[in-house]
């Protein structure tokens, strides 16, 4: 064994050693019951309430009947299809708080898991999976995209590859939580852009945390498009109720 690949060993196990002690210091507790063990512990998993139908062919919002709600019968949006695996609200609130803004990046898999478990329940057409990106700003502050997380758990389960150098967003953009429906769109409104044509002819998957009004994923689905992607459907984690 060389020197350097030696260190390199040594490197290794005083990282594993790092994060065992810091298990053993600060141990993962539920974000749901508190529990001691894991970050979301699988009886909350579990109680975190799936999205059933009927809801909206195209955008995914709840209805009363199968079909197209009343805003995708009079101005369908571009974007294919939305589709999300869980409703937001309690425990999943909880879990995605702590994954994108707490650090706690170990919720990717098992949160990750539940986007793969709808995907498998549920496949959609697609030949790669892109996370929404964030600014490159944000990026640098938060250390790590959450949706590209999400986006890498899912293409492990689901064995399809992720592109996230292509889609841009080129503009940072104003928290959407207290904006309204037509103010996120305007918020988001020729924010992306994608740099290369590496996803042309590509039938693409966006993947984001969460999905409130469509905007942000209708705004990456035009730049997609003008790009020449083939298609363009996205799947969210949460969708706000
Ligand atoms: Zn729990
Ligand atoms: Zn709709």
Redesign the pocket.
Known sequence: MSVSAIIETIGLQLRDLRGQLLDLLFPPR??????IG?W??????SQIPRVEPPFCARCGDRVTTEGLCTRCRNAPLRIERIRSAAYFGG?LQEAIHHLKYRGRTALAKPLGGLMATYWQQHPMAADVIVPVPLHADRLRERGYNQAALLAHELARQTRLAVDEQTLVRKRATASQIKLDAKQRKENVHDAFCCSGGSLAGKRVLLVDDVCTTGATLEACAVALEESGALSVQALTLARAQ
């Open positions: 539920c974000v749901g019951c508190r529990q894991a979301i512990c699988t009886e909350c998993l425990i």
